[in-house]
C-alpha cells in the first residue's frame, strides 16, 4: 500500500522568517546581530525531574491477551530535564507512538502519564513513550520541544539498555487535553522550521484538544466578561475579578460547586443564570447534545470559571496580554433584546502586540496550531466539556480548510459529559483508523462540525460514541457513561 509523506503545505514552507534568517538569505558579515530573546517568569522558574520516580511496573495480564504484559521492555529516566518512560513489546511492529500528557499543574514536580490505550499498543505490537516535560505550567512549548527530543532519542535509549532497535518506520503522536495543543502543534509546517528538535511525525490523535491555541483562553475570557455583564458589572476590570466573584456567583448560580468534580452539580438562577448559560453554550460551540448534562453533572466548567481574572500572560508564559475578544458575540437564544443589549454593554478586550510572536530561540511561547498540516490527524472530542470546550474543534476544522488541507482531518464528536470523557474504545478507534489510513486505506468517517443544525441534532456524536467502559489506564470519567446513556441515549447505542 502507498505511505503518506508529511509536506508542509507551501503557505509556511515558503515563508522567510526575517529574526531567524536574515534578509532572507541566510547570514553575512554586513547583517545585523540578532539580539538575544528577551525571558519571561517561566524561564525562572524550577522544576525537578525524580528519576527514581519515573520507573514504572508492566500493566497486569487481562483476558484475550495475546502478548504477555510482563516480557516488554521497560525504560525510565530523565533526558534534558523531563522525565520519560519508554515501553516495547516483544514483538515490536517498528512503529513507535509519542504519547503526550495534558496540563499537570504548577508544581515544582514533573511525572510522567502512561497512555491510557497502553495496552492496545502493546497487544498490537506498538512501541511508546512520554515525557514529563521538562516544565510544568501551560508550556506547550516545552511539551512539544522534551516530546520530540525524546522520539529522536529512543534508538539511543534502547541501545544503551542492551536493546539495539532498528529506526522506527513510522511514529505516530497522540496526547488529551494541553497534550492535544501539543499533538496539534507538533505536525505543523512551523514547527518543523523553528523548533531546536525537529522532528516529522506520521498521524496524529489529538483527543479534547486545545485545537485552537490560544483560542481557548479567548473563550476563557468571553466567558468572564459575559458573566459580569449578565450580573450587572460589565465595566469592573478584567483583571479584578476577585473582587466581585462573589457578587456574579450568587446572581447567576442558586449552587456552584468549589471543586470541578463530576457529579456536582451547577444550578442556574431563573432570568440572569438561565441566560448566562445560554450564553455559555453559544460561546463554546452552540446547540448540541450534552450541554444540558455537562452543567448538571458533568464537572468541568468550575475549571473554566477557575481560570477568571487572569492577565492574559497564561501566568507567566508570556509576557504581553494575548487576550482578544475582538472577534466575540453574545448570544442569548431566541432572545434577541437580551442579546443585543449584552453586546452593547460587555467588555472587549484587545492583545497587546507580538504577545506570542515567532521567536529566534526555537517555537512561539504559545506554539501554534494553523492547520498547516500534512498527515493523517484523527481528533475526538466531548460536546460536554467546558474546560477544553467543543468550540475548539470549530475553529481547528476552520484553519485547516483555510490552509487547503481538510483531505488530512477527521473530527469525530463524543457523548461525554466532561472533560477528556472518553472510553477506551473510542480512543483505540480513533487511533487504529488513523493508522489503518495512514498505511494506505481510505479516509475513516468523521462528524461534521461547523453547521449549527448538524450539531444541534439530539442524535449528534452518536457515530462514534462507545459506551462499554474499559478497565485499562485512562483520562476518563466514563463512570458518568451509565448515566449519559439513560439521560441522552443515542438512536443506536454502541
Not at 518506520?169 to 495543543?181: E, F, L, R
Not at 475579578?241 to 471543586?259: K, M, N, Y
Not at 458575540?329 to 460587555?346: C, E, I, M, R
Request: hydrophobic share 40%.
Amino acid at each position: 500500500m502507498t505511505t503518506m509523506n508529511w509536506t508542509p503545505a507551501k503557505s509556511f514552507s515558503a515563508l522567510c522568517i526575517g529574526a531567524l534568517l536574515a534578509a532572507c538569505g541566510g547570514s553575512s558579515d554586513d547583517d545585523p546581530p540578532v539580539l538575544p530573546e528577551e525571558t519571561r517568569a517561566q524561564d525562572a522558574r524550577q522544576f525537578t525531574a525524580d528519576a527514581t520516580a519515573t520507573t514504572f511496573a508492566a500493566m497486569a495480564a487481562a483476558p484475550g491477551d495475546a502478548v504477555d504484559m510482563a516480557a516488554t521492555s521497560r525504560w525510565a529516566g530523565v533526558l534534558n530535564g523531563a522525565g520519560y518512560r519508554v515501553e516495547v513489546p516483544p514483538n515490536w511492529n517498528g512503529r513507535l507512538v509519542m504519547y503526550a500528557h495534558g496540563y499537570a499543574g504548577m508544581g515544582a514536580n514533573l511525572v510522567v502519564q502512561n497512555p491510557s490505550i497502553r495496552r492496545y499498543l502493546i497487544q498490537n505490537g506498538y512501541a511508546w513513550a512520554a515525557s514529563s516535560y521538562s516544565k510544568n505550567y501551560y508550556d506547550v512549548r516545552a511539551g512539544v520541544e522534551d516530546t520530540n527530543a525524546l522520539a529522536l532519542a529512543f534508538n539511543r535509549i534502547a541501545e544503551q539498555n542492551g536493546r539495539p532497535l532498528p529506526a522506527p518506520a513510522k511514529t505516530y503522536i497522540t496526547g488529551h487535553s494541553m497534550g492535544g495543543h501539543v499533538t496539534a502543534a507538533a505536525i505543523e509546517a512551523e514547527t518543523l522550521l523553528t523548533a531546536n528538535h525537529k522532528k516529522r511525525y506520521d498521524g496524529a490523535v489529538p483527543m479534547c484538544g486545545v485545537m485552537g491555541d490560544t483560542v481557548l483562553f479567548d473563550t476563557f475570557a468571553a466567558m468572564q466578561l459575559a458573566a459580569q455583564a449578565v450580573a450587572g458589572v460589565p465595566n469592573h476590570p478584567f483583571t479584578g475579578w476577585s473582587e466581585i466573584e462573589g457578587q456574579v456567583r450568587q446572581t447567576l448560580f442558586a449552587t456552584f460547586p468549589s471543586q470541578a468534580t463530576p457529579g456536582a452539580q451547577i444550578t442556574p438562577t431563573p432570568g440572569a443564570g438561565e441566560r448566562y448559560l445560554s450564553v455559555l453554550e453559544n460561546l463554546t460551540g452552540g446547540e448540541r447534545p450534552m450541554f444540558d448534562q455537562a452543567v448538571q453533572f458533568g464537572g468541568s466548567f468550575p475549571s473554566a470559571y477557575g481560570t477568571f481574572g487572569g492577565d492574559g500572560t497564561i501566568n507567566g508564559i508570556l509576557n504581553k496580554n494575548v487576550l482578544d475578544t475582538r472577534g466575540v458575540t453574545y448570544t442569548v437564544s431566541g432572545d434577541l433584546a437580551a442579546t443585543t443589549a449584552l453586546n452593547a454593554s460587555v467588555q472587549t478586550l484587545t492583545p497587546q502586540d507580538n504577545a506570542n510572536r515567532l521567536r529566534t530561540d526555537g517555537l512561539r511561547w504559545v506554539p501554534k496550531a494553523h492547520g498547516d498540516i500534512g498527515v493523517p490527524v484523527v481528533s475526538i472530542h466531548t460536546l460536554g466539556d467546558l474546560f477544553v470546550p467543543f468550540n475548539m474543534q470549530q475553529v481547528y476544522q476552520r484553519r485547516v480548510a483555510e490552509k487547503g488541507n481538510t483531505q488530512w482531518l477527521v473530527q469525530r464528536a463524543i457523548r461525554g459529559a466532561s472533560h477528556c470523557d472518553f472510553t477506551i474504545a473510542e480512543q483505540v478507534e480513533a487511533f487504529s483508523d488513523m493508522v489503518a489510513w495512514e498505511t494506505g486505506g481510505a479516509k475513516p468517517a468523521g462528524d461534521e462540525v461547523i453547521t449549527p443544525a448538524v450539531v444541534a441534532d439530539p442524535a449528534y456524536g452518536c457515530t462514534f460514541t462507545r459506551n462499554e467502559r474499559g478497565t485499562d489506564e485512562s483520562n476518563a470519567t466514563n463512570n458518568l457513561r451509565p448515566v449519559l446513556a439513560a439521560q441522552a441515549p443515542c438512536t443506536v447505542l454502541n
